[in-house]
């Protein structure tokens, strides 16, 4: 399924590059040709995906009818705290229930939900692994559910579980898979599909994760690491500022 195939953004599956430290010590080894991942440049880029799929993508049909293919449930669908925008509080039942709430409720029970408060976030992560793992995660659908800024605002997340996905049919068989990435009993993954659209460069970046974490289980870390890893920097996620 394809949304849309001509947006300026819509640079491929694997053209956040540009971000390539984001959760993956693999990235490590492109430091020398690639600029470090600085969160506080990309954190903007992701509110903006947020905002898109809050606000526009879970309200458009094919989004729903997608969503609904692989069994998972947008935030305007989760009950009793459905998220209809990235602003307006989400809904709540007018009448005795709603009266009972301002009358004073119970601090103490923890099945009481505030008639003003909504979750002040959805995580997009299980929506990138459920496309990842049907097969769905092309370019065309990532800009429909995510906008224009998907390649700088969840591009890089979009990677990470490409290979979180590899490393897990590597890991173990495929009821273990698929029970992973399954989420609630009514959100079970309808069907695997092997990783799409792989070329020879995210396979080899792959390869060198996985042999980082086959150092990690031999405890070949630090002064034990690998010569090659010895000199490497430990990756830092926030830009800091000069000395004067």
């Given at each position: 399924?394809?949304?849309?195939?001509?947006?300026p953004?819509?640079q491929?599956?694997?053209?956040?590059?540009?971000?390539?430290?984001?959760g993956?010590?693999?990235?490590?080894?492109?430091?020398?040709?690639?600029?470090?991942?600085?969160?506080?440049e990309?954190?903007?880029?992701?509110?903006?995906?947020?905002?898109y799929?809050l606000d526009?993508?879970?309200?458009?049909?094919?989004?729903?009818?997608?969503a609904?293919?692989?069994?998972?449930?947008?935030?305007f669908?989760?009950?009793?705290?459905?998220?209809?925008s990235?602003?307006v509080?989400?809904?709540?039942?007018?009448g005795?229930?709603?009266?009972?709430?301002?009358g004073?409720?119970?601090?103490l029970?923890?099945?009481?939900h505030?008639?003003?408060?909504?979750p002040?976030t959805?995580?997009?992560?299980?929506?990138?692994r459920r496309?990842?793992a049907?097969?769905?995660d092309s370019?065309?659908v990532?800009?429909?559910?995510f906008?224009d800024?998907?390649?700088?605002?969840?591009?890089?997340?979009?990677?990470?579980?490409?290979?979180?996905?590899l490393?897990a049919?590597?890991s173990?068989?495929?009821?273990?898979?698929?029970?992973?990435?399954?989420?609630?009993p009514q959100?079970?993954?309808?069907?695997l599909?092997p990783?799409s659209n792989?070329?020879?460069k995210?396979?080899?970046?792959?390869?060198?994760t996985?042999?980082?974490?086959l150092?990690?289980?031999d405890?070949?870390l630090?002064?034990r690491?690998?010569?090659?890893?010895?000199?490497?920097?430990?990756?830092?996620?926030?830009?800091?500022?000069?000395?004067?």
């Open positions: 399924m394809a949304f849309n195939q001509a947006s953004s819509n491929g599956v694997h053209a956040a590059a540009s971000f390539p430290n984001q993956s010590p693999s990235a490590m080894d492109h430091r020398a040709t690639n600029p470090p991942f600085e969160i506080l990309w954190y903007p880029q992701f509110q903006s995906c947020h905002r799929f526009v993508a879970q309200h458009t049909g094919p989004v729903q009818a997608l609904a293919f692989v069994n998972i449930q947008l935030p669908q989760k009950e009793p705290d459905p998220i209809v990235s602003t509080p989400s809904p709540r039942p007018a005795p229930e709603r009266a009972r709430h301002l004073g409720p119970n601090p029970d923890r099945n009481h505030s008639p003003y408060s909504h002040a959805v995580p997009l992560i299980p929506y990138i496309l990842v049907t097969g769905h370019p065309g990532l800009h429909g559910l906008g800024d998907w390649v700088a605002g969840i591009g890089s997340l979009h990677q990470v579980e490409r290979r979180n996905y490393f049919a590597k173990t068989s495929w009821l273990k898979v698929k029970q992973a990435y399954d989420m609630s959100e079970t993954v309808p069907f599909r990783l792989v070329t020879e995210e396979i080899q970046a792959a390869e060198s996985w042999s980082e974490w150092a990690m289980q405890w070949m630090g002064p690491a690998p010569e090659s890893r010895k000199h490497e920097d430990p990756s830092p996620r926030v830009q800091r500022q000069p000395h004067p």
